[in-house]
Each structure stands twice: as structure tokens, then as C-alpha cells.
């Protein structure tokens, strides 16, 4: 317990570029594999990612050694990541800005026509032909069977979808064309929210730096920005 309270003392010294990590480690999903007042390393268990924040190079230098056969590892600084990609054969991704949703209420919106539904395997050809940063049939089909993706319908026709990622945030967030700006990514991910304040977690999710779209629809929603990027690091590259 205690090593639990001073990675959240440290982690919660910047709440909003951390929150992956704490939801982690207060959803029960984390191993903490180092802990100081300078950094915490931790492995968030049921997705195999590593999740790491180092606040001086002495950190980093004791952590790295600690991530051993990783495909999946979450950044959250820059100065150590060349030897981190080097030591992981790994590839950096582009930066990504922490978005949170840090209120208590739920999110209450008017949504005529539109309805909300758990998806399940059946509809994974129409979420791989729609969202193409994942294109892993095991990943996607995982998702589903989850029971973490929902879709949105206008009649019988499937509009647009979103889900929680392995790690625990919100995404895989995708309207087709033919229905955008009619409010539905607004609708879905308001749904989602609900959904994780419901469970009593904090909702969060990620944004790819120059997604402007995306940003303008997390502020809306009353989402907070983190300053600081975090990217991510993976076996293949982006």
C-alpha cells in the first residue's frame, strides 16, 4: 500500500498527463514495478502495457532495465525515449495530448433519432472498414466481445461506433461519412462517459497532435487538456 500511495502522490503532481496511470492503478489493473519521488514504471496487466513517467534521467535509467519484452509501452517524456526504442525495438509514435473528463455529473444530451446500442462480434467487418488506425482482426474482435463497444443508429443503420481501448481510455471513436455533423461522436462519446462515471472511473482518452476535430469535440464535452504530450511506442510504425 504504500508503494500504491507514492505513485499516486507522484502521478497526481501532473493529474491530467497521468491519469492512464491512475486510472490504472485505481481500476486494480496495475503491477507497480518501480516506484520513487522521481518516477513510476508500472505494467497495466490485462493489456501487456507498459506505462512509464520518469521526472529526472536518474529515474529513467533504473526504470528502463525493468521493461523486458514489451509491445506496447506508454510514454509520458521525451528524453529518455531514443534509448527506451532502441533497448525495446520499438517504434515512436506521433505525440498525443491526455484528455480527462474530471467532473461528477453525467453528460445530459438531446439526441433525436439517434440510438445507442452494444455492439457485439457480428459487427466487426463494419468497424474494420470504418477505423483504420487498428486494423488487427484479434484486437477489434476482442473489443467487441468485450462488451465496451457501442453504436450509433439512426433507423437500422449503423452511423457511427466507439469503445475503450485495451488500456482502459475511450476511443475507437469513428462516424461515417455519409453521417457526420449531426451530432453523433458528440452522442457516443457522452454515452461512453456515462458509462465509466457509472463504474466510478474517471473517463479519459487520447488526442493525436493536429487532430483539431477531435479537440474541439473533447472541449466541448468539458474534457481537460493536458499541456504536455505523451506518445506511445509500438511494434510497428505509425
Known amino acids: 500500500m504504500k508503494d500504491q500511495e507514492q505513485a499516486i502522490s507522484y502521478l497526481e503532481s501532473d493529474l491530467l498527463l497521468h491519469m492512464d496511470m ?10 507497480l514495478l518501480y516506484v520513487d519521488q522521481d518516477g513510476v514504471l508500472l505494467l497495466d496487466q490485462p ?3 507498459y506505462m512509464v513517467s520518469a521526472a529526472r534521467e536518474v529515474a529513467a ?3 528502463l532495465p525493468l521493461i523486458r519484452n514489451a509491445e506496447l509501452i506508454e510514454c509520458h517524456q521525451k528524453f529518455y525515449a531514443k534509448e527506451l526504442a532502441e533497448q525495446s525495438r520499438l517504434y515512436i509514435g506521433p505525440d498525443c495530448y491526455q484528455a480527462v473528463y474530471c467532473k461528477e455529473q453525467r453528460i445530459s444530451l438531446e439526441r433525436t433519432g439517434i440510438k445507442i446500442e452494444q455492439l457485439d462480434n457480428t459487427f466487426l467487418s463494419a468497424v474494420k472498414a470504418q477505423y483504420h488506425m487498428i486494423q488487427e482482426d484479434q484486437y477489434l474482435l476482442g473489443r467487441l466481445e468485450s ?3 457501442y453504436g450509433a443508429f439512426l433507423g437500422k443503420e449503423l452511423a457511427g461506433f466507439i469503445g475503450i481501448h485495451e488500456e482502459g481510455s475511450i476511443g475507437l471513436l469513428e462516424v461515417l461519412p455519409e453521417y457526420r455533423r449531426r451530432g453523433i461522436g ?5 454515452h461512453m462517459v456515462n458509462i465509466m462515471l457509472d463504474k466510478g472511473w474517471t473517463p479519459f482518452g487520447q488526442i493525436i497532435e493536429g487532430n483539431a476535430a477531435s479537440f474541439s469535440l473533447q472541449k466541448s464535452l468539458g474534457f481537460s487538456i493536458a499541456e504536455q504530450p505523451l506518445f506511445w511506442m509500438t511494434s510497428r510504425p505509425e
Open 147 to 149: 462488451g465496451v463497444m
Open 22 to 31: 491512475l486510472e490504472s492503478i485505481r481500476r486494480g489493473r496495475a503491477a
Open 47 to 49: 493489456s501487456g502495457t
Open 186 to 190: 458528440m452522442a457516443l462519446e457522452a
Open 61 to 63: 535509467e533504473k526504470m
